[in-house]
C-alpha cells in the first residue's frame, strides 16, 4: 500500500485547499492507498538551524517522522501574494534538513490546490515544487490541478467532477511513481 502524506498550505479549518486535501483521503482509501493530512505544520518554529540539533523540537521531530513513513507527499497549497505560504515553506524547510539525507530525498512530490487568483495559485504550486525539488524531492511535473477559487461557486471539491478526477489523477501518478522509484532501488 502506498502512504501519502498530504501537506495543507492554509492554516484555516474551512480553507477549499483543506477540502481539497479531504476529497485526497477520501479517494484514497477508495484506491486502497494510506493517504493522512499532516496536521501539525502551524505548531513548526520557524527554521532555524540553531533548533536543528540532536534534540529538535518536537512538532519537527513528528513532520520528519511522518515524511519518513510516507511513500509519497502530496502538497495542498493556496497562493498567498504571488508566492508560496509561509506555513508549507517553513515545512519544506525542516523536511530539507539533514542536507543529502533528508525525509523527502528521493521521495514522489505532487503540487496542487485553489486559489483566489484567476490562474488558481499556478504562482505559488511552481515555487512550491521548486522548492522541493531543490529541497530533495522528485517533482512529479506532469501532475497539475490550479484552480480558481471562483468556479467551485460556494461548493465543496468533491461536488465538482473535474477537481475530483484531477485529485485522483494526482493521487494515481504518485503511485506510479513510488513504484517506479521502488523497482529502481530494487534493482540497484
Known amino acids: 500500500m502506498t502512504n501519502i502524506l498530504v501537506l495543507v498550505g492554509s492554516l484555516r479549518a474551512a480553507s477549499l485547499n483543506r477540502q481539497l486535501a479531504e476529497v485526497a483521503v477520501e479517494l484514497g482509501t477508495a484506491e486502497g492507498l494510506d493517504v493522512t493530512v499532516y496536521g501539525g505544520l502551524g505548531e513548526l518554529p520557524f527554521y532555524n538551524e540553531d533548533l536543528d540539533t540532536a534534540d529538535v523540537p518536537a512538532g519537527v521531530a ?4 511522518a515524511a519518513d513513513r510516507a511513500d509519497a507527499v502530496l502538497a495542498v497549497t493556496p497562493e498567498y ?20 539525507n533528508s525525509a ?18 499556478v504562482w505559488a504550486h511552481d515555487e512550491t515544487r521548486k ?23 460556494g461548493r465543496h471539491p468533491r461536488e465538482v467532477a473535474e477537481l475530483v478526477a484531477g485529485v485522483r489523477e494526482a493521487l494515481q501518478k504518485l503511485a506510479e511513481a513510488r513504484a517506479a522509484r521502488s523497482a529502481e532501488e530494487s534493482v540497484a
Open 62 to 65: 513528528a513532520l520528519r517522522d
Open 104 to 121: 523527502i530525498k528521493g521521495k514522489p512530490i505532487a503540487v496542487i490546490g485553489t486559489a483566489l487568483g484567476q490562474y488558481g495559485g
Open 131 to 153: 522548492s522541493f525539488g531543490i529541497a530533495g524531492g522528485r517533482v512529479v511535473d506532469s501532475v497539475t490541478l490550479s484552480v480558481p477559487a471562483g468556479t467551485l461557486d
Open 81 to 100: 501574494n504571488g508566492s508560496i505560504p509561509a506555513v508549507l515553506k517553513n515545512a519544506i524547510d525542516w523536511l530539507s534538513r539533514p542536507y543529502g
